[in-house]
């Protein structure tokens, strides 16, 4: 079993930064590729980021410029770093990975979700 954890969310003004963080734990063999999405009460969830294992990354175009994903192996853990912010990017944000684990001699691959945590960008 592998869990996501996300932390980093919170209140900002418009124009300011914040750094979401995305904790893996568990039996974890390989973490493939990760992504970051987001959903705004009312609206349909939206892919906001993706690393893949090759190092290429996408971005939707309403972040472009302003955000940026990355990594750390040996921590297992996922990062999205948010730049001037806009009240449009308040939402609940989540991370999700393609991970392998190991259980005793068997791999399984499959996606993991976290929780999310909230952003609110004020006017």
């Known amino acids: 079993q592998v869990q996501l954890v996300e932390s980093g969310g919170g209140f900002v003004q418009a124009g300011g930064s914040l750094r979401l963080s995305c904790a893996a734990s568990?039996?974890?063999?390989?973490?493939?590729?990760i992504h970051w999405s987001r959903q705004a009460p009312g609206s349909q969830r939206e892919l906001v980021a993706t690393l893949f294992q090759s190092g290429s990354v996408n971005y939707a175009e309403s972040v472009k410029g302003r955000f940026t994903i990355s990594r750390d192996n040996a921590k297992k853990t996922m990062y999205l770093q948010m730049t001037s912010l806009k009240p449009e990017d308040t939402a609940v944000y989540y991370c999700?990975?393609?991970?392998?684990?190991?259980?005793?001699?068997?791999?399984?691959?499959?996606?993991?979700w976290g929780r999310g945590t909230q952003v609110t960008v004020s006017s």
């Open positions: 568990g039996s974890i063999f390989s973490i493939i590729d």
């Open positions: 999700n990975a393609r991970i392998i684990t190991k259980q005793g001699p068997e791999l399984t691959e499959r996606d993991y």
